[in-house]
């Protein structure tokens, strides 16, 4: 390979890491053609790109975008390396997961997982990075957490509404009690009024 070509792989590669905030590092040695060739399709079929490419060029890819950033990826790069970019966090991981329990080989091996920043190295990791959630899966959650004490009140409204609109039936307990109209006193007829006497009058007599 050529000083020119080894330039021209390390700008593709140095516009993948940039373009790409989740990468996968892997050892594919021991791995058939056709098993390359499957674990491609399989790559391809799920919006993941796969490149094969020498240790040093990667280094020096990753060296000129920020030295600090990638250094826990640097001891990984040995032995053959096939990287896998994706915007799915987790998509890689179920991917090589998923193609080694049908091939039944401890290959592809996970090497180191570059995941939003954060490095993950060991095929030991590879189980937990199946479970990593999405972003569309947390903003869902976070959706799901507002929206509970919403529902709680709205589900409080309806119960409500439900209990207090209810007509009630005549003669239920909650029927509210017709007025009584109260019926006119009678009054009693007065007796009429007895004739005055006119009681004769008597003279006292005169004192002498």
């Known amino acids: 390979m050529t000083k020119e070509q080894k330039n021209e792989v390390i700008e593709a590669l140095k516009e993948k890491f940039s373009q790409y905030s989740n990468f996968y590092v892997t050892n594919t040695e021991s791995l058939s053609v056709a098993q390359v060739s499957n ?30 950033t990638y250094a826990g990826v640097f001891d990984s790069l040995n032995n053959v390396t096939a990287l896998m970019f994706s915007d799915n966090p987790k998509e890689p991981a179920l991917i090589l997961s998923s193609f080694r329990k049908e091939n039944k080989n401890e290959r592809p091996e996970l090497k180191a ?18 479970k990593i959630k999405t972003k569309n899966e947390l903003i869902g959650e976070v959706i799901g957490l507002l929206q509970s004490p919403a529902k709680r009140v709205l589900a409080a409204l309806l119960h409500h509404h439900e209990k207090g609109g209810v007509v ?32 004769p009058a008597t003279d006292a007599p005169a004192a002498e």
């Open 39 to 68: 674990l491609r399709r399989a790559c391809f079929n799920k919006q993941v790109e796969m490149k094969v490419a020498k240790n040093t060029l990667i280094r020096k890819a990753l060296e000129s975008l920020g030295n600090e």
């Open 113 to 130: 997982a570059f995941i939003n920043g954060d490095i993950y190295t060991g095929d030991n990791n590879l189980v937990n990075l199946t």
């Open 168 to 199: 009630n039936q005549p003669g239920s307990d909650d029927a509210a009690a017709a007025p009584t109209a109260e019926a006119p006193t009678a009054e009693a007829p007065s007796a009429p009024d007895a004739p005055a006497t006119d009681a």
